[in-house]
């Protein structure tokens, strides 16, 4: 886009961030036209500092996590399937179980400390 580099609103680092709205509408519009990978990609070949902004769901579904096996995926006892990280340091093999539902075990504890026969 040679036209924004004589362009007053974007001259100067002052300028672009007095006119921050409006450049950002106009890089969304020519960023969205291709994929982060395809921008980090072009980015990254002309030597400028870049990377992919990541949150929970592109991390848990990358091929990394999968095959490091960072996540995993229990079934609590409603039913609710929950996923969270796993233990950096549990056995490959470990298989997890859900925490106790809330007051699932009362009864137990209560009768092996003597509270209830």
Known sequence: MPELIEDPRYKSDAARI??????????????????????????????????LLENIKSIADSNLSQEYRAFSAVKTASGREMRFVRN???????????APELGEHTAEILAEIGLLP
């Open 18 to 51: 007095d006119n921050r709205d409006s450049m950002n509408l106009v890089l969304n519009e020519v960023l969205s036209k291709n994929t982060s990978a395809y921008w980090q990609q072009k980015l990254l070949a002309v030597s400028i500092p870049c990377t």
């Open 88 to 98: 950096p340091i549990a056995a490959a093999d470990l298989v997890e179980t859900a």
